[in-house]
Structures are given as structure tokens and as C-alpha cells.
């Protein structure tokens, strides 16, 4: 999914306004953090007035609310960065609100790849109540048909695509793969979804050190799956 920087910066650039502080965020972090890898930082944008390049993944709807977006590159990877806001109903169907700070990076590989979600267990589950209701083939993929994984990433994480995905997705995360999610990844969720991955931290306190580790990892992820997907 190309994304052409220059066009959507002269876009934004004059009509977006500042972000709104909340109490998880910090803007001089955001604002340090951007500095510091080299973004372009947009603030507030509003995705019925302003042309911009909406981060999508399961969590995009008509009434979210994107603050401190700020695009890049790392490591030939167009990203962008955005502290997501929004209001849902459980299932008794009370309103909840929930913040997102997400990190959409572009894949270069032109294969196919399930939709996949990486769920972090004992994360909250309020921001992933849309991701079941919009996808409802996802399920639990019962991972060690071809090999056993370790307890350093079953007890931390679960995977999600569609049954009959299953033996592709565990060809792409085999079980070395695997550790290295579990070792590094947690808290993090993460999705897979139209050749972009999405990383989530969910109502989180936004540090430098979060931030640096869900962009790390979320490279990580990109470039694992470039190379894996060349050989599934």
C-alpha cells in the first residue's frame, strides 16, 4: 500500500490542529519521541474534514478520534503513528471508551497474508470488542501441528485467523518466531491485515519506552514477515 509522502504532507500541512492532552498522554513525549526518529508531526486530524491517509486495522470506525499523527520511514518502512480514541457498547450494551496508541507500517511483500491478530493475553479488553464483532471468522488457531511452542510465548500471547488459515499462519510464526514475540512483544497486541501491520497498546501511560518498543517491534514484525511470506 504506497503511501506518497510529499502529496499527503502538503495536504495536512496548515489544517490540523493541536492534540488534546488526556491523561495517559503526555504531548512533550509524543513530541520528543517524533523529533527523535525524524517524523513529521500532524497533531489532531479529523477524518471527515481532513484529507489525510486514515489508519485503518479493526479499529477504525465512523466516531474514532485521531490524536498526535505523525508519519516516517524506518528502515525503508513507511509508518505512521496515531493515539486513537473511541466509544463502543459491550455486549449489554453500556457505552466504554478506550484509547489505542497504534503504529500502522506498510509491508513490502506482494503475497497474500491472512488477516491475523496476535492477542496479548491479560490485556484489557474494552479497545478489542469491535475486532470479533467485525470479524467473526476469527478464531483461535491451536498453534503445534508441525512443532511445540514454549510456555515463554503461550502463556503471553494467542493468535486469531481464519480455520482455515491455520497451517499457513504457522508457517509464518513458527515456533522461533514465536519466542521472540513472547520474549519482546508484551503487552503489545498486534494485526495483520491487507499487507500492513497495525501494533496496539492499549490505555497504556505513553513513556519514551513504550513508544520506542512498539515501534521496534512492530519493524520487527514487518520485516519478519516480508521474509517469511517469500518462503510460506
Not at 479499529?59 to 474514532?64: A, D, F, L, Q, Y
Not at 485521531?66 to 463502543?88: A, C, E, K
Not at 479488553?125 to 503461550?154: Q, S, W
Amino acid at each position: 500500500m504506497a503511501y506518497n509522502f510529499k502529496q499527503n504532507f502538503d495536504k495536512l500541512r496548515g489544517r490540523v490542529k493541536p492534540s488534546k492532552s488526556n491523561s495517559r498522554t503526555d504531548n512533550r513525549v509524543i513530541s520528543k519521541f517524533t523529533q527523535k526518529m525524524g517524523f513529521v508531526y500532524f497533531g489532531s486530524v479529523n477524518q471527515h474534514y481532513d484529507d489525510h491517509r486514515i489508519v485503518r486495522g479493526f479499529s477504525v470506525s465512523s466516531t474514532h478520534n485521531d490524536n498526535h499523527y505523525s508519519v516516517g520511514s524506518i528502515d525503508g518502512y513507511d509508518v505512521t503513528l496515531v493515539d486513537r480514541s473511541d466509544t463502543t457498547k459491550d455486549i449489554d450494551g453500556k457505552k466504554i471508551s478506550y484509547n489505542l496508541m497504534i503504529v500502522e507500517i506498510d509491508l513490502h511483500t506482494v503475497k497474500d497474508i491472512p488477516h491475523i491478530f496476535i492477542s496479548a493475553k491479560n490485556h484489557d479488553p474494552k479497545p478489542y470488542i469491535n475486532l470479533f464483532r467485525t470479524f467473526p471468522a476469527l478464531k483461535e488457531v491451536e498453534m503445534g501441528t508441525f512443532e511445540p511452542y514454549g510456555p515463554e510465548f503461550t502463556s503471553r500471547y494467542e493468535i486469531y485467523a481464519k480455520p482455515t488459515q491455520a497451517i499457513e499462519v504457522e508457517r509464518l510464526f513458527p515456533a522461533t518466531s514465536a519466542r521472540v514475540i513472547g520474549a519482546h512483544f508484551w503487552p503489545f497486541s498486534a494485526e495483520i491485515h491487507e499487507r500492513t501491520v497495525y501494533m496496539y497498546a492499549d490505555n497504556e501511560r505513553v513513556t519514551l519506552n513504550m513508544l520506542n518498543a512498539l515501534i521496534e517491534n512492530g519493524v520487527w514484525l514487518a520485516k519478519h514477515l516480508d521474509l517469511q511470506a517469500e518462503l510460506v
